[in-house]
């Protein structure tokens, strides 16, 4: 880097240096590049005389000259890049000291004339060094040019040599390719690389709207396309979201892009789209489903809306306002919004004051080349006065600040104040000032500017209102003629788009002068004025589609429904039978208190499934909760009651065979029931009541651990408690209590499991409890494991099979007794009921028999002495029936005669007599009678008698009771 050293009248040496700048002063762009040029000369003016009314950093620590830390000041030299080759040939080096030239102006300008002034300066090599010339100093930078064609040309240039590298410093150069500093080492900008919004976009949907994925459309035939794919991919990594970037060349892939954005489930998309596709990009996607009330557009293009050149509103047909309203413009401020900033007004100000006096006007003229100033309408437009300022402008003044606080940077700790360019870009890329067009701050990593210090903003895009005032619908029907539709006016009518400024993108810098302060950035909303979307309201849509919530299959829906309904109904006939059956032996043996427990809890258990069923549908989430509040209640009121009869029965039956074995005798009631039932009925309440109101189980969405496609975990409606903690220790104390109880009554079952019980109840009442805590062990590990459908459906069975076991084990064995029971009283009255019908057979053919002898039937109950309960008749050889001759009247004896038990009594009737024996005709002929009128048929056993024929002697009669065990016996007959 050269310097020409000279003296101040202080005393202090000032170093001299120099920039080269090329601008594209045109003449057939109004106001050109003037401006631009201005700015440089106004920089070059505030910084020469440390003038800090835009960049404060210029200011000095004393008003005394030789206290200024940075003694460097510039000159500047300005080249046109209009002008052909052969105009730059004879104005600057002459016809016979030409070098080879390439078709870029800026490029010939810089191998030929400034790279020859460094080898003259004895800084370069390969050509032989001249005297200097003071009027041509060798550069210490370059600054410019303005198209990005120029600078891609140039930056290579600039760095291609380390012997002759210069810094190229751009206010406007955008493209993304001059980020690559492997190639282009000297090449820094002021101005963020095209694209360099894409991070600034990103920000705002993480930021604001909390979006983790969005996708991207982009039209590879667009300028710089290339970049915004690379950019968004790399935004989205850097703040760990998704992007899906879906491209095209040309309309006709264009529907093909917009599929795979469909295919995706984005909802908010970006849209990089040239102006002509534009109506037919978003018809589509109106036409897909993919813009419209659900989704959330972006663009960053405003020629999109706003014509460039006129700034008048852009026209389209009405067809795509559904699909554009409620959309979003992202766009650098390009001076609008900046009024009132510090270093824009300043800038302004000096402007005005400074550049407008006729001193500054005519150093400026000598300034442009000769070339420039022979093009026409010269004096018009390099007017200083009259000049428009463009955003440009600053970005210039930011640019050769940049360039000039960076050699001061570079001159520190230097010997004579040379530094090479590699310190001066690294003091650069250390860049951190307020310019002209605020914060200024360089990417260290592309030497562009840091986009995170530009001031964007976002803009609501809505349809503009008519001129008539009327909206949508309305200007469609207005339009209407008669006998068309609204949809053929959707298609000829014309809307404009309005721009609604909602968002400025604002930074907070803690630090500054190459100190690398820490900078923050946000998008900040503006005080009243809200955000509109397509649907109309200020809320944004979901970026993606809702947050999949896992349901129930149907199978298992209907599943559990079946095995409930079971339940239910089998505990509702289980006990109607009961109640029925109530005086029956079957029942009366087992009690009605102890069945109807049972029934009692296998219904109320059985309930359980029925808010567990309705865990899923469509009630409010305070009914929810409170079906879920159910649950654990009915469930442990459930299983109280029937442990506690299982726990009764087996207590009684246990204290009976330990009685037993005692030789006692004990009286076992059924209000013995009630101690258990109360003990854990008690029990549970204190824990259940403690529980409600510590940790009560409400309704809400619980996260699984199966995620959707987006990453994000499914969510199930299900009951849980508020207080996780507290929800395993009141689980463990109701489990403790009622498999206590229940494990006590199972060992109670199993000790009296051989104990010879009517209708085997000990047996049975062990199955019960053995299949319960076989549920319980095989059910419950596995629920907390399986996904949600399995489990409903394992709640379901386990409850099912709780249920089942304690009715089927206990009640199918009484039914199948009972049903045994009935059978053998229809056997028996159906006997009964023939031994009477031929019992009055052959009373007939007695009363018969007798009516023909004219003899007087024996009456039981008025012959004979009545002691006890009956009178025995009884027949001896004296005797005679039907006049045989073989006897004489009838005889009756005591019934102390008989040897009978304590209700038995009998008519013996019809016997006849003969010589040496006694025979009964039929064994209907022998029964019992007793007072009530009952008969009871008597087997009658004939014993042979030898003395028959006297008087003294009896025939010996035995009788045992039909279907009795008693045997009756006649004495001495």
């Given at each position: 880097?050269?310097?020409?050293?000279?003296?101040?009248?202080?005393?202090?040496?000032?170093?001299?240096?120099?920039?080269?700048?090329?601008?594209?002063?045109?003449?057939?762009?109004?106001?050109?590049?003037?401006?631009?040029?201005?700015?440089?000369?106004?920089?070059?003016?505030?910084?020469?005389?440390?003038?800090?009314?835009?960049?404060?950093?210029?200011?000095?620590?004393?008003?005394?000259?030789?206290?200024?830390?940075?003694?460097?000041?510039?000159?500047?030299?300005?080249?046109?890049?209009?002008?052909?080759?052969?105009?730059?040939?004879?104005?600057?080096?002459?016809?016979?000291?030409?070098?080879?030239?390439?078709?870029?102006?800026?490029?010939?300008?810089?191998?030929?004339?400034?790279?020859?002034?460094?080898?003259?300066?004895?800084?370069?090599?390969?050509?032989?060094?001249?005297?200097?010339?003071?009027?041509?100093?060798?550069?210490?930078?370059?600054?410019?040019?303005?198209?990005?064609?120029?600078?891609?040309?140039?930056?290579?240039?600039?760095?291609?040599?380390?012997?002759?590298?210069?810094?190229?410093?751009?206010?406007?150069?955008?493209?993304?390719?001059?980020?690559?500093?492997?190639?282009?080492?000297?090449?820094?900008?002021?101005?963020?690389?095209?694209?360099?919004?894409?991070?600034?976009?990103?920000?705002?949907?993480?930021?604001?709207?909390?979006?983790?994925?969005?996708?991207?459309?982009?039209?590879?035939?667009?300028?710089?396309?290339?970049?915004?794919?690379?950019?968004?991919?790399?935004?989205?990594?850097?703040?760990?979201?998704?992007?899906?970037?879906?491209?095209?060349?040309?309309?006709?892939?264009?529907?093909?892009?917009?599929?795979?954005?469909?295919?995706?489930?984005?909802?908010?998309?970006?849209?990089?789209?040239?102006?002509?596709?534009?109506?037919?990009?978003?018809?589509?996607?109106?036409?897909?489903?993919?813009?419209?009330?659900?989704?959330?557009?972006?663009?960053?293009?405003?020629?999109?809306?706003?014509?460039?050149?006129?700034?008048?509103?852009?026209?389209?047909?009405?067809?795509?306002?559904?699909?554009?309203?409620?959309?979003?413009?992202?766009?650098?401020?390009?001076?609008?919004?900046?009024?009132?900033?510090?270093?824009?007004?300043?800038?302004?100000?000096?402007?005005?004051?400074?550049?407008?006096t006729p001193e500054a006007q005519q150093y400026f003229d000598s300034k442009m080349p000769e070339e420039v100033r022979g093009i026409q309408n010269y004096a018009d437009l390099s007017n200083l006065s009259s000049v428009r300022i463009s955003h440009y402008a600053h970005l210039m003044y930011d640019a050769f600040m940049a360039l000039a606080l960076a050699s001061c940077d570079a001159e520190k700790g230097t010997v004579d104040g040379v530094f090479e360019t590699r310190e001066l870009v690294a003091s650069f890329l250390r860049s951190d000032f307020d310019g002209a067009y605020g914060l200024t701050r360089i990417n260290k990593k592309t030497g562009s500017r840091d986009y995170r210090t530009v001031p964007y903003t976002l803009s609501n895009v809505l349809v503009a209102p008519s001129p008539s005032g009327l909206g949508l619908s309305d200007q469609s029907t207005a339009a209407s003629p008669k006998g068309s539709s609204a949809d053929d006016d959707l298609e000829s009518a014309a809307i404009t788009f309005s721009l609604t400024r909602t968002h400025n993108f604002v930074h907070s810098h803690e630090g500054s002068g190459h100190q690398g302060g820490i900078m923050s950035t946000s998008w900040v909303a503006i005080d009243g004025v809200p955000f509109v979307y397509a649907d109309g309201t200020t809320e944004p849509p979901l970026f993606l589609p809702p947050v999949e919530v896992y349901e129930i299959k149907d199978y298992a829906f209907i599943t559990g429904f079946v095995l409930s309904s079971i339940c239910l109904l089998l505990a509702l006939g289980f006990g109607t039978w009961t109640a029925v059956r109530r005086k029956s032996k079957v029942v009366r043996a087992s009690q009605p208190i102890f069945l109807g427990m049972l029934c009692s809890g296998a219904f109320v258990l059985a309930s359980t499934m029925i808010p567990l069923s309705l865990e899923i549908s469509d009630f409010s989430e305070e009914t929810l909760a409170q079906l879920c509040t159910s649950v654990p209640w009915l469930f442990s009121t459930g299983m109280v009651t029937s442990l506690s009869a299982l726990i009764s029965k087996t207590l009684r039956v246990y204290r009976v065979t330990s009685s037993s074995a005692k030789h006692k005798r004990i009286t076992v009631k059924p209000h013995h029931v009630l101690p258990p039932f109360i003990l854990l009925s008690v029990a549970n309440l204190i824990v259940l009541t403690t529980w409600t109101i510590m940790s009560p189980v409400t309704y809400g969405d619980i996260q699984l651990d199966s995620v959707d496609d987006f990453g994000r975990s499914i969510t199930f409606g299900s009951c849980f408690d508020e207080r996780s903690d507290l929800d395993v220790v009141f689980l463990v104390f109701v489990g403790a209590i009622n498999l206590s109880a229940a494990f006590a009554a199972l060992i109670l079952a199993y000790k009296t499991r051989r104990v010879m019980m009517e209708y085997n109840e000990s047996r049975y009442i062990f199955m019960t409890l053995l299949s319960i805590f076989q549920a319980f062990v095989v059910c419950v590990p596995i629920v907390f494991v399986v996904s949600p459908t399995w489990r409903y459906m394992l709640w379901h069975i386990m409850i099912t099979a709780i249920a089942m076991s304690i009715l089927l084990p206990v009640f199918i064995p009484k039914i199948l007794f009972h049903r045994h029971w009935l059978k053998k009283e229809e056997e028996k009255a159906e006997r009964k009921e023939q031994r009477k019908q031929r019992q009055t057979q052959f009373r007939q053919q007695v009363e018969d028999s007798a009516k023909k002898d004219q003899m007087p039937l024996p009456d039981p109950g008025s012959s004979g002495e009545e002691r006890g309960e009956s009178t025995i008749v009884s027949l001896n050889e004296s005797s005679s029936v039907g006049g045989s001759g073989l006897g004489e009247g009838i005889k009756l004896l005591e019934p102390k005669n008989m040897v009978m038990g304590s209700t038995g009594s009998g008519v013996l009737i019809g016997a006849h007599l003969r010589r040496g024996n006694v025979s009964i005709l039929r064994p209907e002929q022998a029964y019992r009678v007793s007072k009530d009128g009952t008969k009871s048929v008597l087997m009658p056993v004939v014993h042979e008698a030898p003395n028959a024929g006297t008087s003294s002697d009896h025939n010996r009669l035995s009788f045992l009771g039909y279907g009795h065990k008693t045997s009756y016996k006649a004495r001495k007959w």
């Open positions: 880097s050269t310097s020409t050293s000279t003296s101040t009248s202080t005393g202090s040496t000032i170093r001299l240096r120099h920039l080269a700048i090329f601008l594209t002063l045109r003449d057939d762009i109004l106001a050109g590049a003037f401006d631009i040029a201005a700015a440089a000369v106004l920089a070059a003016y505030h910084f020469n005389n440390a003038i800090a009314d835009v960049v404060p950093q210029l200011a000095n620590d004393d008003d005394d000259e030789q206290q200024r830390s940075c003694q460097i000041r510039y000159t500047l030299e300005f080249f046109s890049t209009q002008f052909e080759p052969e105009r730059i040939q004879r104005l600057y080096l002459g016809e016979d000291e030409l070098l080879p030239l390439t078709t870029n102006v800026a490029a010939n300008v810089l191998q030929n004339d400034l790279f020859r002034r460094m080898s003259s300066n004895g800084l370069g090599g390969g050509v032989e060094p001249d005297r200097p010339d003071p009027t041509r100093p060798a550069p210490t930078g370059l600054l410019g040019p303005v198209f990005s064609e120029q600078a891609v040309i140039l930056a290579e240039l600039a760095g291609v040599d380390p012997a002759r590298s210069l810094p190229l410093i751009s206010p406007l150069s955008e493209t993304y390719a001059l980020d690559n500093k492997g190639r282009y080492p000297t090449f820094g900008r002021t101005v963020p690389a095209v694209g360099s919004d894409a991070y600034a976009l990103v920000d705002y949907l993480v930021d604001n709207l909390n979006c983790t994925h969005f996708g991207v459309l982009l039209d590879l035939e667009a300028d710089f396309s290339s970049a915004y794919v690379t950019n968004f991919r790399d935004a989205a990594s850097q703040r760990g979201v998704t992007a899906t970037v879906s491209t095209y060349v040309g309309m006709e892939f264009s529907l093909a892009a917009l599929k795979q954005l469909k295919a995706s489930d984005y909802r908010y998309i970006y849209g990089f789209i040239k102006t002509p596709d534009f109506v037919d990009i978003m018809t589509s996607a109106l036409d897909l489903g993919i813009a419209g009330d659900d989704y959330f557009w972006l663009f960053s293009e405003g020629d999109l809306f706003n014509n460039p050149t006129t700034k008048e509103p852009v026209e389209y047909p009405e067809s795509i306002a559904r699909a554009v309203s409620g959309s979003a413009l992202i766009e650098s401020t390009f001076g609008v919004g900046l009024e009132g900033d510090r270093g824009w007004d300043a800038m302004r100000e000096s402007w005005d004051t400074i550049l407008t």
